[in-house]
């Protein structure tokens, strides 16, 4: 059960959130409960929105932004993200369930997209303190500049809502993905 009280509704969020709310629901066809919990703060709410609309934007394509939130939310043990960005990957993103066994593990079949991933679970595990290896294996790969800050920015994104999810123990309501706490082999 969460330990902040998530609103159930639209209609039950505060006020100032409910526009927000609203764009959610059209754009998703639904507002998961993690957009409910952080409407308690509209001010959460609409940095968050801000952040992830604008990294929508980018060059990173939109697969290779799932493969990074899957890798992230293994790093931190998130099971909220986990499942919910396997529910994305799956259903919208088109990517399998051996790629995103592979993401989970910090790595992705796709040759060009595992240098992001491995940059990725290197910047969460080393908090940003990346060796110039790591980030030369990007360049080397074809990433430019705006694509390695968005890269470095959606772990930050991704950090923010796995901490969120795991302090406030935010129910889950996609099919259920647990943590796998074992090493990968």
Known sequence: MSRIHTPASIAEAPEAARPLLEAVQSQLGS?????????????????YLGLSGA?????????????????????NGCSYCLSAHSYIGTHL?????????????GTSLDAKADVAVRFAVAVAETRGRVSDAAFKSL??????????????LHV????????LNEAAKTDIDFP?????REAAA
């Open 139 to 152: 360049t080397e790969a074809g990433y430019e500049p705006d694509q390695i800050l968005e890269i470095v």
């Open 31 to 47: 507002v998961p409960n993690m957009f409910r919990l952080i409407a308690n703060s509209p001010a959460a709410l609409e940095g």
């Open 176 to 180: 259920v993905v647990p943590v796998r």
């Open 93 to 105: 993103a088109g990517l399998s369930a051996e790629e995103m066994a592979a993401n989970r593990d």
């Open 156 to 163: 930050a994104l991704n950090v923010l809502t796995n901490y």
């Open 55 to 75: 990294l929508g934007k980018g060059r990173l394509p939109a697969q290779t932004r799932e493969r990074i939130a899957l890798a992230i939310a293994q790093v």
